[in-house]
């Protein structure tokens, strides 16, 4: 994946390669190739090993964008991910009653909505872990939400159908 970004003003791009497994993974920042390993130990506070140094980063939602701590240092981070900015653009409204399918197999860690709520088209509606990634699946329209065919910590495969907006 490559994002370009921000850090306190400076601009700069960085690309993450495919997981080597067990949380360690190689990443490009400005060209310069580095092997990282990230645990998340407690929400928003992140143990990284880079190089053989530590560092501890809790990272929070500032009004300019993320805001980082690192070792008693504040930085402020603006990410753009590319693929964030077509979707953006975008329409995002459709008509008629959807369904809202998994678009991969693995289990649902929250609800974000219950049945019978009414969505705005983008809200997001529930969340589902795969490999150990977090993706919120949102609603394709504004309207209600007709069904909830989930409950959380239920397993889902590709493809199947986990709520519909009508």
């Keep these: 994946m490559k994002f370009d970004l921000s850090i306190d003003g400076r601009d700069g791009v960085l690309e993450i390669e495919q997981p080597a497994g067990g949380g360690s ?13 990230a645990r998340e130990t407690e929400p928003g506070v992140y ?20 805001e980082a701590a690192v ?17 953006a653009r975008a329409p995002l409204e459709a008509g008629g009653r959807q369904t809202i399918s998994s678009p991969m197999p693995g289990k649902v ?18 969340v589902v872990e795969a490999m150990k ?7 394709p329209k504004s309207g209600r939400l007709a069904a909830l065919r ?6 889902v495969t590709g493809g199947e159908i986990l709520a519909e907006v009508e």
């Design 25 to 37: 993974f190689p990443f490009l920042l400005d060209s310069r190739r580095l092997e990282a390993d």
């Design 47 to 66: 143990s990284i090993l880079i190089d053989g140094r530590s560092y501890e980063v809790r990272v929070e939602r500032g009004a300019g964008g993320l």
């Design 71 to 87: 070792n008693g240092r504040r930085y402020l981070i603006e990410v753009r991910d590319p693929r964030r900015l077509a979707r």
């Design 109 to 126: 860690v929250r609800l974000l909505a219950r049945e019978g709520d009414q969505v705005a088209a983008g809200q997001g509606l529930l």
């Design 133 to 139: 990634m977090q993706n919120e699946i949102r609603s």
């Design 150 to 155: 989930v409950a959380e910590g239920a397993a």
